[in-house]
Each structure stands twice: as C-alpha cells, then as structure tokens.
C-alpha cells in the first residue's frame, strides 16, 4: 500500500467512524460515466459558475455598491473632476490602481457570458437527444430555474457598476415595470426606493447579485448534480449501450482527472481571454447620468433578444377609461419571455402526454429519429435568433448601410413567416436522413467501386454497414400515432370522445403521422445475407485478385 | 386510459436492441504496449505540470515588475496595460496546463478500457410503495388531520395568512407613486440652461438646425439639495431651431419661440435620453430602441416602439430676452404607466 493510498484510506476511516462515510464511497469511486464531448456543454456552465464564485469574492472586497455621489481625481485622469457614484468610482479605481484587479472584472464579466452561453447550449444538447425524457423532467425544469437565474444574475453585475450602459439598461428596466397594468409604478417605486435612479437601488441589487441570486444557483446547481449523480447520466447508442446500462469510465481516478482537469481548462482559457481581450470598458463610457447615452448602446449577449422584442413590437398602446396600457412594452418585455419560457418548461410533460410513453429513457435520441421535436427545437432557434437580430438592428444598419426601417419590417415579417418555415425543412431534412440510414441498412453503403460483370452488366458494389454503425442506425424507436375510432358504434351511436383524447391524438398525429418506416430486424437480416450471397456470386465471377474493393 | 389511449408502460429492456453488438474490443494504445511511448506520455504529462508551476512564479514576478499603470504595445492588439496582459497570460497558461496535463494523464495513461454498470429501475418496488401509502395512512389518522376539520381549517387559516406580514414588511421599501411621475421643474418662467455650461441660452445661441441639450436651471442646487439624479432623469429638454416655416404643427399654439422649440428628452418608449438628430429631417431618434419623432410635426412618432409622441414644452424669452418656459409640462414625460391615461 502505497504511504498516498494510506493516508487517504486513514482519512477515509476516521470519517466512517464517524459519519459512515465508506458505503457511499465504496459505491462511488467506482461510479461509471459515459464519455461524450457533448456531455461537458453543462460541465463549461458549472466551472464558469465555479470562476464566477472566485473571481466575485475577489471584486466584492474592492466594489463599494453605493450611489452616493463623488468627484473623481484618480489614476484614469480622463474623468477628472468629473461627478460619479462611488460604485462606478470603485469600479474605476479596481481597474485602474489594483494590480490585477482588471484582470479579474474581465474574467468575471467574460466568465459570465460563457456561464449563460454554456446553459444555452446544454440546454440544446438536452432537448435534441430527448435526454429530458422520464425520468429527467425535474431536471429540466431545474435546468430551466438555472437558465432564467443566471439571465437575471447576469443583468444584475452588469447593472453594478454605474456606468452610462448600465445606468441605461435598468433606465429600461424601470421603464418596462411601469408599463405593467395596476401595480407598474408601485413596483417601479418600492424597487429603486422612490423615483428613478435614486440612491437605493445600486445597494440592494448588490446584495440580490452577491447573495440571493448566487444562493439560489447554487441551490439548483447541487440539485441538478445530485440528480444527474442518482439517475445516472444518459448515453448515446452505439456497440453494448443499451437503455439498462451505462458504459464508460469510472469516476476515480479517470473521471476526476478528466473532469477536474478540464476545469482548469475552462478556468485558464477564461483567464488567457481576459488577458487578450478587454470587455465591458467602463471608463470609457463614462458614469451614469440620465441625461446622456450614447449611440448603439448593447447590452450582454442574452439580452439582446429580449432587447430585440422590444424594437421589433409595433407601438400599440392602449388608453382608456383614464388607463394606459402600454401593450408596446408589455408584450415584448413580460408577455413573450414569459410565454417562451413556460413553453421551454412545460415541454417534456407535454411530449409525454402525446406519446403516452412512461417508461424510463437512457438511451439518447438522435435527432433525426424524432422529426417533429427537431423541428420544434429549431423553429424556436430561429424564433429566438431573429429576435437576436433585431436587438442589433441598429448596428446591422450602420454598418452595412441599410436602412433600419427596412430592417425592421423584415425581421418583424421574417419573425411570423422563418419560424414555420425552418420546421418544415428541419423535418424534411430528419425524414430525409432516416430514409438515408434505413437505405443504408438494408443496401449497406455505396463503396463507390464499379465492377463489370462477365455479362457485361456494371454493378456498384454495395457493402454492409460495419456492426458498430448498425447499433447507431436501429437505435430508437417509432411511436404509432393515436387512431381514434368515432364513427357510429354497431348500434349507430357516435361515441363522445373527450376533448383532451381528441387534442391529444391531432397531435399525436401531428408527431408521428408522417415517418419513415424503420426496418425490421428480420428485413436487416435478409438484406443482410443477400448481400452475403450476392459478394459470393461476384467473388465466384470475379478473376481472382480484383474482388478487394478499392476505393475512389 | 380509455380505448383512445396508448400508454407505454414500464418495462425493462425496451432498449435492448437485438441488431446491436456488444462492446467492441478493447484496442491498447501505444503506451499501453510500449514502453517507451509511456514513458514519453509521463514526460509530457510532468511538462505541462513544470509549465503551470513556472507560470506561477512568472506571475509573482509581473505583478512586482509592471505598475499598475505601464501600458505594453502589442502588434494587433494595440496598446494594453502590461499588468493585466502579463498577470493574465501567465495565470491563464498556469490554470490551462494543470488542465491539459491532467486530461493527457488520463488519456495516455489511465486505463480507458471502458466498463459497464447495470442500472436499476429508479421507482420503489410495490411492497415499498404500498409499506409507504399505509405508513402515511396511518400518520394522517394518527395525526387527526382529517378528522379533526376545525384544526385542519385554522391552520390553513394561519399558512394562507403567514406571507401577509412579510409582504406588509416590503410596503416600506419606497415611496408611493402620487405625482411624483407626473412632476418636473419645469414652472412658469424657469429658465432654460445648457447641459453642459449650465448658462442660460438667448434665442441668437441656437445656430439654425442646431440642437442643444437643456435642463432647467438650478436644477444643480436641487440635485445637492436631495442628493440624487433624480430631477435630472425628468427634467432635460432639447431645443431645437427650425424656419417657422418648417414647423407643420406643435402641441400647443404658440408654444414655440421664433422657430426655436422645446421637447423632452425622456423618450416615450421605456425613458432613454433621446439623442441623435437629423438636421434635414428634424427626426429625433432614440438609440436604444430607434423611437423616431418628428419635431417639426408637434413631435409625433414616425417610426419604432413608442406609442406617444414626445412631450413639448412651451417655450418663450424673459425680460432678459433669456429663454424660459411658459410653464411646467402639459402631460407627464417618459414612459407610459397605468395610471396615466
């Protein structure tokens, strides 16, 4: 035994005494983990969350939240004598006269945006292989809770420093909350403690950004873990992968290398980022004041589409009765986000009840197989990308010579017409590639080698797909669409079918009414000895030393 | 479910899939067989961990070396503060090779024969299920909940009520909203100052098709007096010079003054300074959200988000021949709120 083994092992015993520690380690250690490059998207998002938590203690020890206003004389001699909060002055002066300290605002403020990107695309990897399925559908809307926090996190910090852009974003931010009927300006006054910007609203986002924000991920965060760590982690089919097993490698010591090494990949790109690239500039764009702004103001990426609505909404307005009610800010700012994302929720629960499938899914879906989904998946992308657009439409216009009302109305056209649009190509295009993979498995693939046979005929030669492909092309499976019978029962009476039966099979129907056929297991096996056959004729055909097939 | 349904219930092994191979064979790598290449794999793998250790004292050795303020010109990037790009550069190839070396640790030399792991159906058997729905049973009697309702009722009386104090506890956090969106400084007479001098403006100070940023004066002692920015989130105008001829309407007659006319600043959308003009057109344009207004036409939307045109502020010359307001705003400024109407 080695003296590192002993000493870990003495560890381990004075915690069993204890806490009765070694059952859950023994079970553990040896835990298996599949192996995919598309299961470490959610990895990126935690080790960013992990760089935020070290990076914002370091800021926090030198960020004053507080409104109160200063004269600047310091280091960046651009702003002397210039009026300012003492939150941006901090934010000037750790950037400027802490060693270091650039370097860390940077890796939180880069760090960030990888956090909310990193859950966007998890998200994506999650929802086109159907990894959402029973039993995963708390945590999906777990993911769901952590996607929306770190949205609201992020434009919290980038709120913090008092700057021209921040001060205008939540200039915004108060803007929309009056428009909300009823309590609108009530909210808008208890939250920025009286008229807008005051001098309360800078501490208390702090403390919202520092603590009650952070808790709450984290809290999800150990929920989400502690789930994927109980239900095991979904796999994708191939060779030996079945719905009743896990293949890959252990967590110790392969997974904690591979793991918390690529921690500090994330971490020391993040850091070497920093280093390059600057990001968030705030000296330059001076300190809030609500009588300034300056031209193609953006916000951090993830707002851009909620930015986006807001420019595209026509500006409908309605007053009546001594009411406003500002539907031009409503709809876009509360009614659409809000709509997207009870919709992003609900999602696997509405799947479920379509396909009717209760039994549990580990093996992961490829997109393909289900057309529908994909489509779904998709036409929201595009949905959400042409929001995206239009939170740039500005930009695009100034930097392409475009004028922006043209912009606008495209993109307000594009934004009914693309979505629908982009899902009937995407389910064509999965239709299309599970007709692909069903030629392939019952005619193998082309070698792309001609031969003429003594007859004169030229064949191309076919072969069979290697087993290992062939695991991957039959995984999944079809659903049967919901067939409802209502015409008139033997006694001439209609049924009453109920209105959620009849919902539930139109889409079904809707899923699955159109699909490729797969292929049976004893057609595969046919096809699979009349290949056998059909190479044997050729080979007996063939003079001997040219039946290898070469490739072109 | 009924005839119209088609639940898929559990069942184990409906992923088995009679097509597929088992795992396929183990190849070795290199290292596995020879030696040498294992050998050069753990000289790899110490390189990468020699690199991170260096690069930290290289950090130690920047953050004494370079000011805080000494600024490095590098080709492409321009010139950068030399403490954070060499602080960054040697921590961030520190953080990344512990990182690479771990993972080429792992790769080159841990075994990566892949193994299996059976998993189990997550729901309790039935025993369990129903040992646990008896279990419950049994408590609830016990308890008395459902036979005792008034207990039962009140305590729901006291849960549906505990949030009320803690909801009564937030009233406190700000203000009520009374006039206070409906109120600026603007009064009768006020004069109207620069932005940026803070000296009042005669009529002859606004080149023609120029624009000047305003707000009204002594509004700077009210700002010290509350120590806020709060009058100045309502208070800037623009002022702006146009033929006479050119206006087609205003808000009010004779509101403005030999051509010159006085809008709010506070965009109707959702409050951004409006701030890019367009001379030729006497289009106001606000950059967050691309409102467009027309000054020239009583400052109506042409164009973007908001709903209603930009407040105009009655302007007119003091005995000093200074520019002045006429009085306050007619409707309250920025964006729209319920209680508007």
Not at chain 1, 85 to 90: D, G, R, T
Not at chain 2, 77 to 97: E, K, P, R, Y
Not at chain 2, 189 to 210: E, F, N
Request: glycine share 10%; aromatic share 10%.
């Amino acid at each position: 035994m080695s003296a590192v083994t002993k000493a870990a092992v003495a560890t381990s015993d004075y915690l069993d005494d204890r806490l009765g520690s070694t059952k859950w380690l023994k079970k553990n250690l040896g835990k298996i983990f599949p192996d995919h490059w598309s299961f470490m998207l959610g990895e990126v998002a935690l080790y960013s969350f992990i760089v935020l938590l070290l990076t914002g203690v370091y800021l926090s020890l030198f960020f004053v939240p507080s409104q109160t206003e200063v004269v600047y004389n310091g280091s960046y001699t651009m702003l002397d004598g210039i009026k300012m909060s003492e939150a941006y002055k901090s934010t000037i002066d750790l950037s400027f006269d802490v060693r270091g300290g650039l370097l860390m605002r940077q890796i939180h403020h880069w760090a960030a945006l990888l956090f909310v990107a990193a859950i966007t695309v998890h998200l994506f990897r999650v929802f086109f292989t159907g990894a959402f399925r029973k039993p995963r559908e708390l945590n999906w809307l777990v993911g769901v809770g952590l996607l929306t926090m770190g949205i609201f996190e992020g434009f919290a910090g980038y709120s913090l420093p008092d700057d021209l852009l921040s001060g205008t974003g939540l200039r915004i931010a108060e803007g929309i909350m009056q428009s909300l009927p009823l309590v609108g300006t009530y909210m808008a006054m208890f939250v920025f403690g009286g008229q807008f910007p005051g001098t309360a609203f800078i501490p208390r986002l702090y403390i919202v950004h520092v603590l009650l924000i952070p808790g709450i991920i984290l809290a999800l965060i150990t929920a989400h873990l502690m789930m994927v760590w109980y239900q095991k982690h979904t796999q994708y089919p191939g060779p030996g992968r079945t719905n009743d097993n896990v293949v890959g490698f252990r967590l110790f010591p392969i997974y904690t290398a591979k793991a918390g090494g690529f921690f500090f990949i994330v971490f020391g790109l993040t850091v070497l980022l920093s280093a390059l690239f600057q990001i968030n500039p705030v000296w330059m764009f001076g300190p809030y004041t609500p009588t300034e702004i300056t031209a193609g103001s953006q916000p951090d990426w993830y707002i851009g589409w909620m930015d986006g609505a807001l420019r595209l909404m026509p500006n409908w307005e309605i007053t009546a009765w001594g009411h406003t009610l500002s539907l031009n800010v409503m709809i876009p700012a509360m009614i659409i986000p809000g709509i997207l994302f009870t919709i992003l929720g609900l999602y696997p629960f509405l799947e479920a009840w379509v396909t009717g499938d209760k039994r549990e899914h580990h093996l992961l879906d490829r997109p393909r197989n289900a057309p529908v989904r994909t489509g779904i998946g998709v036409m929201a992308i595009t949905f959400y990308v042409l929001l995206w657009i239009g939170g740039g439409n500005d930009i695009i216009a100034t930097q392409f010579d475009m004028s922006i009302n043209e912009i606008t109305w495209t993109l307000r056209i594009l934004l009914f017409v693309a979505p629908p649009i982009a899902f009937l190509i995407t389910r064509r295009i999965a239709l299309a590639l599970q007709r692909r993979d069903r030629e392939k498995l019952l005619h193998g693939y082309e070698t792309g080698t001609v031969l003429q046979l003594p007859s004169g005929e030229f064949i191309e030669v076919h072969a069979p797909v290697s087993p290992q492909e062939r695991a991957v092309l039959t995984a999944g499976e079809s659903y049967a669409p919901v067939v409802i019978d209502d015409g008139p029962d033997e006694n001439g009476v209609t049924p009453k079918i109920p209105f959620g039966a009849r919902t539930r099979a139109k889409l079904s129907r809707f899923y699955f009414g159109e699909q490729v056929e797969r292929p049976t297991q004893a057609e595969i096996e046919a096809a699979e000895h009349h290949a056998h056959e059909l190479a044997d004729s050729q080979q007996a055909q063939i003079p001997s030393g040219s039946q290898e097939p070469s490739q072109h | 479910m009924s005839g119209t349904g088609h639940d898929l219930e559990h069942s184990g092994g409906h992923g088995e899939n009679p097509l597929a191979p088992g795992l396929p064979e183990h190849t070795p790598r290199r290292a596995d067989v020879d030696p040498r290449a294992a050998r050069r794999a753990e000289r790899q793998v110490a390189t990468l961990f020699g690199v991170a250790a260096l690069a930290f004292i290289g950090f130690v050795i920047a953050y004494v070396a370079f000011p805080v303020d000494h600024v490095t010109t590098v080709p492409v990037l321009g010139a950068v503060s030399s403490s954070n790009l060499f602080l960054g550069l040697t921590l961030g190839i520190g953080i990344f090779c512990i990182g690479a070396g771990a993972i080429h640790w792992a790769k080159k030399l841990m075994p990566d024969v892949e193994e299996v792991s059976e998993r189990h159906e997550l729901r309790g058997s039935d025993e369990d299920r129903a040992a646990s729905a008896s279990e419950f049973g049994r408590g609830t009697a016990e308890s008395g909940f459902t036979t005792r309702p008034i207990i039962r009722r009140t305590l729901l009386a006291a849960m549906v009520l505990l949030p009320v104090p803690l909801v009564v506890l937030l009233r406190d956090l700000g203000p009520l909203p009374e006039q206070k969106l409906r109120t600026t400084l603007w009064a009768k007479g006020t004069r109207i100052v620069s932005d940026v001098t803070l000296q009042p403006i005669k009529p002859g100070d606004i080149p023609p098709g120029g624009l000047i940023s305003c707000v009204p004066e002594g509004l700077d002692k009210v700002e010290e007096e509350q120590g806020n920015l709060n009058a100045r989130a309502k208070a800037p105008i623009v002022l702006v010079r146009m033929r006479p001829d050119q206006i087609r309407s205003e808000q009010g007659k004779n509101w403005d003054y030999e051509g010159i006319l006085a809008y709010s600043k506070i965009c109707t959308h959702v409050g951004c300074p409006t701030a890019l003009y367009e001379q030729q057109t006497h289009h106001l344009l606000c950059p967050c959200h691309q409102s467009t207004f027309d000054l020239a036409d009583s400052g109506n939307v042409v164009f973007g988000p908001a709903a209603r045109r930009m407040p105009q502020l009655a302007i007119t010359v003091d005995a000093d021949g200074y520019l002045v307001a006429q009085g306050p705003f007619t409707q309250p400024i920025g964006p729209s709120f319920w209680e508007r109407g």
